[in-house]
């Protein structure tokens, strides 16, 4: 089986940082995609952030210049570093992999695109 598992998520206060985790199973990174999403209650779940194959990243413009997604490829894991943290980003943050993604872009934003999904992590920001 193919799983995710997040974690790192917590309360912070306004301005403060988190550093999200989400370790990868039963594949390696060659030749995927990951991605970062969350969801408010209430709210649509949204692209965060995505990493390529070739390490290619990119960011909703909420978060752009605030978060970043790296990756450990021997450790099958992805991170998304969250700086500058304001209430809007409360959510719960769920990690994404397609270890088939096929497309000519380098990771995508579109939730349809990505068959393995984890259980989340709660950010909180007061």
């Known amino acids: 089986h193919v799983q995710l598992v997040e974690s790192g998520g917590g309360s912070v206060q306004a301005e403060g940082s988190l550093r999200l985790s989400c370790e990868a199973s039963g594949y390696t990174y060659n030749r995927n995609c990951m991605a970062w999403f969350r969801q408010a209650p209430g709210k649509e779940r949204e692209g965060v952030a995505c990493?390529?194959?070739?390490?290619?990243?990119m960011y909703s413009d909420s978060v752009k210049g605030r978060f970043t997604i790296s990756q450990d490829n021997a450790k099958n894991t992805v991170y998304l570093q969250m700086v500058s943290l304001t209430p809007e980003d409360t959510a719960m943050y769920t990690c994404?992999?397609?270890?088939?993604?096929?497309?000519?872009?380098?990771?995508?934003?579109?939730?349809?695109?990505?068959?393995?999904w984890g259980q989340g992590t709660q950010v909180t920001v007061s």
């Open positions: 990493i390529g194959r070739d390490g290619i990243t």
């Open positions: 994404a992999a397609e270890p088939s993604y096929s497309s000519a872009r380098a990771c995508d934003d579109d939730p349809d695109e990505y068959t393995y």
